[in-house]
């Protein structure tokens, strides 16, 4: 069964930045989409963003208004690993971030309904 694995989670001042990395383990199928999604307190599950890893438009990202400019979404070359680089961060950025995988190509508009495995989660607190 495909493992999704966060860590890099912790608590930063506002400002401050953060680097989650998601390991991924024995995947089978099709993984054509990567994607970073945050709940925060009382907070439904938003999309971040999302890096296509098929091999049409391979690299190509997707980023949420509220991170655009501030994130960057990578995947490392032995395609074992996508990280999320917090810069800038804001006390709004609170929350568990997740990542998660889709057999589907990337939406731009991060609707979560199309990844199908998922991590358990990193916690992302930032003080003001």
């Known amino acids: 069964q495909a493992q999704l694995v966060e860590s890099g989670g912790g608590s930063v001042q506002a400002g401050g930045s953060l680097r989650l990395s998601c390991v991924i383990s024995?995947?089978?199928?099709?993984?054509?989409?990567m994607g970073w999604f945050r709940q925060g307190p009382g907070k439904e599950r938003e999309g971040v963003a999302s890096?296509?890893?098929?091999?049409?438009?391979?690299?190509?990202?997707f980023y949420s208004d509220s991170v655009k400019g501030r994130f960057a979404i990578s995947e490392d070359k032995g395609e074992t690993t996508v990280y999320l680089q917090m810069n800038s961060l804001k006390p709004e950025d609170t929350g568990m971030y997740y990542c998660?995988?889709?057999?589907?190509?990337?939406?731009?508009?991060?609707?979560?309904?199309?990844?199908?495995?998922w991590g358990q989660g990193a916690q992302v607190t930032v003080s003001s």
């Open positions: 890096i296509i890893t098929a091999i049409t438009n391979h690299g190509t990202t």
């Open positions: 024995t995947y089978s199928g099709s993984r054509r989409c």
């Open positions: 998660a995988a889709a057999a589907t190509d990337c939406d731009p508009w991060l609707n979560p309904g199309t990844f199908g495995i």
